[in-house]
């Protein structure tokens, strides 16, 4: 199979079809060197719109979430603990705010650190995944076995929210 750049219409659909669904993809990332190293996808959670209260847009509109209410296929950014820059792509149509928390790739678990391993930034809030020249996602054809588990550090949003089962996961790609 070629390898090609997932585009916008991947990421236009809700966000429990398209998390799953980035499990053993590629997220590609063009470095200041020109350099395009690529890692496989291996876990994501999905938070989906203002009824879900572990969903930053729960608390409504603001500068921080505007982009969740864009068009799928944007990054949404932001800082926790005044340290770690969290990654996570827009999901669903315009005004139904919606995304995918990138949490792990294959050899680098945690949010946290993969970010700091492709030198994620605020720079990247609002980038368009579908035309960004150092930041994407490619098909690999790989046909993972995914596992559901709940949501991590969600406790905040109440027992209904924090147990969702929309933590994805595989530790098994063929």
Same mark, same amino acid.
């Given at each position: 199979?070629?390898?090609?750049?997932?585009? =916008? /219409?991947?990421?236009?659909?809700?966000?429990?079809? +398209?998390? !799953?669904?980035?499990?053993?993809?590629?997220?590609?990332?063009?470095?200041? =060197?020109g @350099?395009?190293?690529?890692?496989?996808?291996?876990?994501?959670?999905?938070? #989906?719109?203002?009824?879900?209260?572990?969903? %930053?847009?729960?608390?409504?509109?603001?500068?921080? =979430?505007? +982009?969740? @209410?864009?068009?799928?296929? %944007?990054?949404?950014?932001?800082?926790?603990?005044?340290?770690?820059?969290?990654?996570? @792509?827009?999901?669903?149509?315009?005004?139904? *705010?919606?995304? +995918?928390?990138?949490?792990?790739?294959?050899?680098?678990?945690? *949010?946290?650190?993969?970010? #700091?391993?492709?030198?994620? /930034?605020?720079? @990247?809030?609002?980038?368009d995944?579908?035309?960004?020249? #150092?930041? &994407?996602?490619?098909?690999?054809?790989?046909? !993972?076995?995914?596992?559901?588990? *709940?949501?991590?550090? +969600?406790?905040?949003?109440?027992?209904?929210?924090?147990?969702? *089962? &929309?933590?994805? =996961?595989? %530790?098994?790609i063929?």
């Amino acid at each position: 199979m070629a390898i090609a750049r997932i585009g =916008t /219409d991947f990421f236009s659909r809700d966000v429990l079809i +398209v998390a !799953p669904e980035l499990i053993g993809k590629n997220l590609c990332r063009r470095g200041n =060197t020109g @350099f395009v190293e690529s890692y496989i996808i291996t876990e994501v959670e999905a938070y #989906r719109g203002t009824d879900d209260l572990a969903c %930053h847009a729960s608390k409504g509109r603001t500068p921080r =979430t505007e +982009v969740m @209410f864009g068009e799928g296929g %944007h990054i949404y950014v932001y800082l926790i603990y005044g340290m770690y820059w969290m990654l996570n @792509f827009v999901t669903g149509q315009k005004n139904d *705010p919606q995304a +995918v928390l990138i949490r792990g790739l294959k050899g680098c678990n945690g *949010p946290g650190k993969l970010t #700091r391993l492709l030198g994620i /930034d605020k720079s @990247f809030y609002g980038e368009d995944l579908s035309a960004s020249s #150092r930041i &994407w996602v490619e098909e690999t054809g790989l046909s !993972p076995i995914i596992e559901t588990n *709940p949501r991590i550090g +969600v406790d905040y949003a109440g027992a209904e929210w924090a147990s969702k *089962p &929309w933590r994805f =996961t595989t %530790h098994y790609i063929k």
